[in-house]
């Protein structure tokens, strides 16, 4: 439950992010063209899916009854 929170404020400044990228201009030309920026933002977005496979694999196994209170705690930190 811990980890739906960070995961919601990844997905929440992803969706700002991207538009933004795209609006601004800089040197005549919209920020997401460079290199760097493209790479950070494929960096956020890749992160917050591994955070979310890692939340939905231990939420899964809770399920199952087969976690423990480090696989929780993993999950937290991770996704913090």
């Known amino acids: 439950v811990l980890s739906g929170g960070p995961i919601g404020l990844m997905a929440a400044c992803l969706d700002v992010a991207v538009p933004y990228v795209h609006e601004r201009k800089q040197f005549g030309q919209p920020i997401g063209t460079f290199q760097l920026v493209q790479g950070k933002l494929a960096d956020m977005y890749t992160t917050m899916n591994a955070a979310r496979a890692y939340v939905y694999a231990v939420a899964a196994a809770c399920d199952r ?8 705690a993993g999950c937290v930190l991770f996704a913090a």
């Open 65 to 72: 009854g087969e976690t423990t209170r480090k696989d929780a």
